[in-house]
């Protein structure tokens, strides 16, 4: 190692309670009468304690220059590297780091919910009666309606149709309702958040984000509790309403329980056809062949309409002396049939003669607005009227939720989203984790590059006047 100089110093006097300036002083003092200083041997630079300080400051700095100095060409080196790449994959794309995409996403986000009052107030109800009614139509039509059809009077079919509406309403009905209003408004939020439009420059950088922050609010979000009740008082008075009161209301009410009753008849044919196994036509152009199991279904049926035939107003259940001809009268034909399968087939068999007797109906009720004694039911088209306080019980709970939402449910909803956004910006692990990708990575990079960068010059720069 080459020495860079010799220095001449005084470390003290001798006496190890002196003080820096005692020494320092007695050092001036000591070179100022050294025959060194006298001769010229040493140059005044070289002796003091002082002057070997500043020697030191000076080398150490520009050694510091010097390191620094060569940083900042290394950092200049991988900030060109860095920038060439983005040109070269992201070209035309603005760079954006974590904190300046968090906070595009967030006005995305925020311009999504905004975008639940585009939609229309009929395309609102439009949806919320086909969610509502996909949720209640089994409890409607299988429960209420057919469960109070088997009433050979218009007075106990009224009667059995008011208790189950009326119990139906008090308990679940109104719970149902605001499930459904809930579950709307998330899926037409989910639609437009997946389904919006985006810049060339995002893409689908945000969707994470947007999935973590639909998910979050929809852990958080609870329908406004007063809403319950308003709701059930609605929906009672709706249902209670049997006054049909002119012919456009009765015909829209036909149309609606003929639409009904054709999907159930082809739901129930469809559960039949299961049982029985493939037609003719399916068989020979499939090349399939029926089960023993299916065949045995295939023969009760037959024997089974028989019944129907016979007796057209038959009730839905099998008399045990019915059920007993039945299957003697299979096995006079060879076929042993278990009585459980002749129930099962018979339930199935039942349903669709029922409802298309009960679509054939509802078509001959269109006569009878004026005239109910023309009626050609037993329930003298009081069936027609349980479809129409439906109805009406739809449109009016459909337009209280859509209020709902619009006035209440969009706003709170927009303020739990602005609260969770706020969390979320001063989380930084999670961020990293919802928005990430090799532009994400890039632009982070080329970040701190350029900031490292930066404080160097500034730097060399202070070192340099400091010079």
Known sequence: MKALGYYAVVTGRGPQDDSVETIRAYEEDFFSRSKLFRSGAMRASQMSTNNLSLAVSDCFWKMVSDSVEQQ????????????????????????MDRNDLFEKAKDDILDDIAALHKSTPLEWETLLQENLWEKIHPKVVDDIYLGAAECTTSSNFNTKVDIAL????????PQISI?????????????????????REIGDLFQPLKANVLETVKAQHAWQSTALKRLSVIQKNALEDTAVTNKMQWDNSISFMERILKERIDFANEDLEKCIGPSWTERWTGWRSRSPLESQCVAAKNELQKLLVADETHGKHLENDELTTVRRNLQTQGVDVPYEIICTVWEKLYKVTFLSRALSSAQQCRKAFYHRNIACNAVECNDVVLFWRATRMLETTCNALRLQIMNTEA?????????????????????????????????????????????LELFIAELNKDQ
Do not use: P
């Open 72 to 95: 900042a060409d290394n950092f200049k080196a991988a900030r060109y590297n860095l920038e060439a790449e983005w040109r070269n994959t992201f070209s035309g794309i603005r760079e």
């Open 166 to 173: 009326k119990d139906w309403t008090d308990d679940k009905l």
């Open 179 to 199: 499930n459904v209003g809930w579950q709307t408004l998330f899926k037409q939020l989910e639609t437009i958040m997946t389904t919006k439009k985006t810049d």
């Open 411 to 455: 706003q709170r909803l927009e303020q739990e989203v602005k609260q969770y956004l706020e969390e979320l910006s001063r989380d930084e692990e999670n961020k990293k984790k919802l928005i990430t990708g090799k532009r994400v990575d890039l632009a982070e990079e080329l970040r701190k590059v350029r900031s490292i960068q930066d404080k």
